[in-house]
């Protein structure tokens, strides 16, 4: 007699969409940023937990419109030029505080197909629609205005819902298969990431996922809006890694931690106390984490 064993059955993982579900979706970072300054060491830390909530509010083919607002936003940043922090839950007498407090629970329409791309963004305009009418100094206002709009506009937000998501191929896979997938960092770095996926494991309605990162700059001439008012281009490269947890029947996340280590320069463009461009040597390293919660 001959015996015969099968494989693994494929799976086609892919998210699906219901009209009316809800996740709330929080995500932590701990960043850590070393620069050389004029052969000093300076070292710059940023600790923020967000919280959003996102509900599917139309389904048509293979896409869905997702509503999608910040319930609460926290970030803690220490550099050399002092301490920043704004929280929607904090003071109302600083004007970080009152600014990120009117953007809670505004909403933008995020289009995304079932492999976990953000197609679109719509109403991103929403998130800044109250500033005006916060009592804040006119040039004040003027620059911290800048620094949001370069944080949350459209390719930002963007690019900050597809990190916490999983992108999926176009085919049936099982445990070991591989597949490419290209993504942006968020929040303004030009930073592009070519990750290799792999599926480790389905146990039950529960599977495991890992990939690895390539990351480099994408954009070298692009200027960034520093929250102190400096404007600067980066040069970074490096990896990533990424470990997450999906339900294998609906396709969306449960939990999901990113392990990026980048080097390279960043140059402070000359402006008000810096007579010409600085180069400083730059190495960032961060953790992210994202849990998913349905409602």
């Not at 999608?68 to 002092?82: E, V």
Request: glycine fraction near 8%.
């Amino acid at each position: 007699m001959f015996g015969f064993t099968s494989g693994p059955l494929a799976t086609k993982l892919e998210y699906t969409f219901k009209v009316g579900d809800e996740y709330l979706v929080t995500q932590v970072i701990d960043q850590t940023m070393k620069q050389n300054i004029m052969g000093m060491e300076q070292r710059g830390e940023t600790k923020g937990s967000y919280e959003m909530k996102y509900k599917v509010v139309s389904v048509a083919g293979n896409t869905a419109k997702v509503e999608a607002q910040f319930i609460k936003l926290r970030q803690h940043s220490t550099t050399m030029m002092g301490e920043i922090v704004w929280d929607s839950e904090g003071t109302d007498e600083t004007d970080l505080n009152k600014l990120v407090k009117s953007m809670m629970k505004k909403t933008f329409i995020v289009t995304m197909n079932k492999f976990g791309r953000a197609e679109t963004i719509e109403g991103h305009e929403n998130l800044l629609a109250d500033v005006t009418k916060l009592g804040i100094d006119k040039e004040r206002l003027a620059g911290l205005k800048q620094t949001f709009e370069q944080m949350y506009d459209k390719n930002s937000l963007k690019n900050s819902f597809e990190q916490a998501m999983v992108f999926y191929p176009d085919k049936k896979i099982i445990p070991g298969d591989q597949w490419e997938a290209k993504q942006e960092f968020p929040m303004g770095f030009p930073i592009a990431v070519d990750n290799t996926w792999s599926l480790v494991s389905i146990n039950g309605s529960t599977g495991q996922l890992s990939a690895s990162g390539i990351c480099s700059t994408s954009d070298k001439e692009k200027i960034l809006d520093l929250v102190n008012g400096m404007k600067a281009k980066v040069d970074l490269s490096g990896k990533q890694g990424v470990k997450s947890s999906v339900n294998v029947k609906t396709g969306w996340p449960a939990e999901k931690e990113i392990n990026s280590e980048l080097k390279g320069k960043m140059i402070l463009l000359a402006g008000g106390m810096l007579p010409m461009d600085m180069e400083v040597p730059v190495e960032l390293i961060a953790k992210t984490t994202f849990k998913f919660v349905k409602k």
